[in-house]
């Protein structure tokens, strides 16, 4: 994975800043997000990685995008296929969306707790992450009955681990040291 956020990033940058510069961040982050879909579709895979001729690899892949992908997202892909880099869509896409997030000033925050989580407990915890993070947070929500109770609060390189497991698991490591 970290090789191919490597060899995504160029690319994500720079359709990141061409994105900013045109005032098309959604539009490109929505180009994106289509393109990566394609990229990861059954049926293209094998042509991504097969012997087709770049040029018309691009323009098989901007022909199934169709009108989802502007001039300068047509650019990008045929770039992207000149250098054999298509199958690196999906990771391009993830870039940008977190320089998008980064240039927003928002964070995603993945959120799991052992139950279901009112949306009194979801306002409170996103109130608190924006508050300690200076961003606007945008939560994603899961359970996982295994934790017993509490919560696990993922938001960028900040892991908040409030769980009983997670208690459990620091303190069987405390007894045993």
């Known amino acids: 994975m970290a090789e191919l956020t490597t060899i995504a990033r160029p690319y994500a940058k720079a359709a990141f800043d061409v994105a900013v510069e045109h005032n098309a961040v959604d539009t490109w982050a929505e180009m994106l997000t289509f393109a990566a879909l394609v990229s990861e579709n059954e049926t293209m895979q094998p042509l991504l990685t097969g ?70 407990q979801q306002q409170q915890i996103s109130n608190s992450l924006e508050k300690r993070l200076a961003r606007k947070v945008k939560l994603n929500c899961s359970t996982d009955a295994a934790l017993i109770a509490g919560v696990i609060i993922k938001a960028g390189d900040l892991v908040i681990d409030g769980s009983v497991r997670g208690k459990l698991s620091r303190l069987s490591e405390k007894l045993q040291s």
């Open 51 to 120: 012997s087709l001729a770049s040029t018309k690899l691009a323009a098989l892949f901007i022909s199934v995008c169709g009108e989802q992908i502007n001039e300068q997202g047509q650019n990008l892909i045929k770039v992207m296929a000149e250098n054999g880099r298509l199958k690196v869509l999906p990771a391009v896409s993830e870039l940008f969306a977190q320089y998008r997030n980064e240039w927003a000033k928002e964070v995603e925050a993945d959120v799991v707790s052992a139950a279901e989580l009112s949306s009194e």
